[in-house]
């Protein structure tokens, strides 16, 4: 559902209006389908790009494939620069492929990816200011931290982390400052802030103008539900979803790690261990903040990742000042390896699960309409033809791939008077996706057939 929701805001970019600050759907329920979530960067890249290739579904795919593995060569550069080791860097850089949701939606449509991959690339850039004062480096890593955390507005828990080390910096470590000229990380910081919370107060105004009601603009917090909610959320969190974020053995190396971090606090690196802990107040408050959220959407695990990857990269470091004997090294890599390739294979057969899924109740419509799509383009409909899609759970999916302007109606919404008020707000075509003679005996009371396909009819509306 969600994926359709992001090609949808391409193809209107492609197909209606250019314009990037006002974003739309092929949803009519929002004034002439108005509606804007995350900051639409590679929605109008992919408008672009359908500009020279044609509308190829594959384009957005790409952009958003290419911007994760960007990330990840990021956090490669990364530990390769803090812990000079080839092997480690390519362990850490390579670990995130381990993870189904990590290699499912790096493929795909969510906005979630871009904004990791962003994330993750940011990185390297702060990190060399730290070491040769670069600002042109300094400038391009908030750069895209900043777009990051305007794709998701989760992301922006790292420019604020990176923010709170500063001012930490500035009142206890003044005679040995731990960040390189903080006042300007500082600045930079609050200036990726205030972009993110002047693009959130544009999405609240642009959606009350059009009455738009498609997306979740505020936290879902824990404290708002109750205490057997909670032990739900929690049991689908730690359980049904737990093997898609990483496999097991991953997660047991981290509780290791922790434990190994913790007896040895005194050799870690302290500029790392107190970033992390203060990257750690913001994970735990952002999960707090959507608690709820992660009952139904994997996704949301991904915004743990860059914290996750950096607290690794602790991990190693603290071995490293622990000891310098390489066959200590030699092993933690070798079974670190032999982790990765296990977690890599068990990831790739629940990848191909989820892409070998069947038709559900969330694409049928979308799938169906697919399949007749050729004989529905011969019909010669008027391109600006609003239509009423149904029974549809999506609320761009079959008007998605119809490539039509309308509405969605779920089943227990089917019902002549919903369709006639529909009609009044200037719905012309009735598609029903089904073979129900019921439902189908709703579109002759109301309009003219004039298609019958395989499940699916369509109806011209009577005036």
């Excluded at 906005?111 to 993750?120: F, K, Q, V």
């Excluded at 190994?260 to 005194?266: G, M, V």
């Excluded at 990257?279 to 139904?296: E, I, K, P, R, W």
């Excluded at 994997?298 to 915004?303: L, R």
């Amino acid at each position: 559902m969600r994926q359709t929701d992001s090609l949808s805001f391409a193809a209107n970019y492609f197909n209606y209006d250019f314009n990037f600050f006002k974003p739309q759907l092929y949803n009519l329920k929002n004034i002439d389908g108005h509606a804007a979530c995350e900051f639409p960067f590679t929605y109008y890249l992919t408008a672009l790009g359908y500009k020279i290739f044609g509308e190829q579904l594959y384009i957005q795919r790409l952009i958003h494939l290419f911007i994760a593995y960007f990330g990840t060569f990021g956090i490669y550069k990364l530990t390769h620069h803090i812990l000079k080791d080839y092997v480690y860097a390519l362990i850490i850089g390579i670990i995130i492929f381990t993870s189904t949701v990590f290699n499912y939606y790096s493929f795909n449509y969510l906005p979630d990816i871009p904004a990791l991959g962003l994330c993750l690339a940011s990185g390297i850039f702060i990190y060399k200011y730290q070491k040769s004062n670069n600002s042109q480096a300094l400038l391009l890593g908030f750069i895209l931290l900043t777009i990051s955390s305007l794709i998701k507005v989760t992301y922006t828990i790292y420019p604020i982390g990176i923010v709170v080390f500063s001012i930490i910096s500035i009142l206890f470590f003044r005679n040995a400052p731990i960040v390189q000229n903080p006042k300007k990380v500082i600045l930079y910081g609050l200036i990726s802030i205030v972009l993110v919370v002047a693009w959130n107060l544009y999405i609240i105004y642009y959606n009350t103008v059009y009455e738009s009601h498609s997306f979740i603009n505020s936290a879902r917090p824990i404290w708002k539900i109750n205490s057997e909610k909670i032990l739900y959320v929690w049991d689908i969190f730690s359980n049904y979803w737990f093997k898609q974020y990483l496999p097991k053995s991953v997660f047991h190396f981290i509780y290791v790690a922790f434990f190994f971090q913790l007896i040895f606090i005194k050799r870690g690196n302290k500029k790392l261990m107190l970033l992390l802990g203060i990257l750690l107040l913001g994970n735990l408050s952002y999960f707090a903040l959507f608690y709820t959220q992660f009952v139904d959407h994997d996704y949301y695990f991904m915004v743990f990742f860059p914290f996750i990857l950096l607290f690794l990269i602790s991990t190693f470091k603290t071995l490293q000042n622990l000891t310098q004997n390489q066959i200590i090294h030699t092993i933690v890599k070798s079974a670190f390896i032999i982790l990765i390739i296990y977690g890599i294979h068990f990831s790739r057969v629940r990848v191909h699960k989820r892409f070998g899924a069947g038709v559900d109740i969330y694409s049928k419509a979308g799938l169906v309409i697919n399949d007749n799509k050729e004989a529905i383009d011969n019909l010669m409909l008027p391109s600006d033809s609003k239509f009423i899609v149904a029974p549809d759970y999506c609320q761009n999916g079959g008007l998605f791939f119809l490539d039509k302007k309308g509405w969605n109606l779920k089943p227990n919404e089917i019902n002549i008077e919903k369709i006639n008020n529909l009609k009044d707000k200037g719905a012309n075509y009735l598609l029903l996706v089904t073979e129900d003679p019921e439902i189908l005996a709703k579109g002759d009371s109301t309009g003219t057939q004039i298609f019958r396909g395989k499940e699916l009819s369509i109806f011209e509306l009577k005036p």
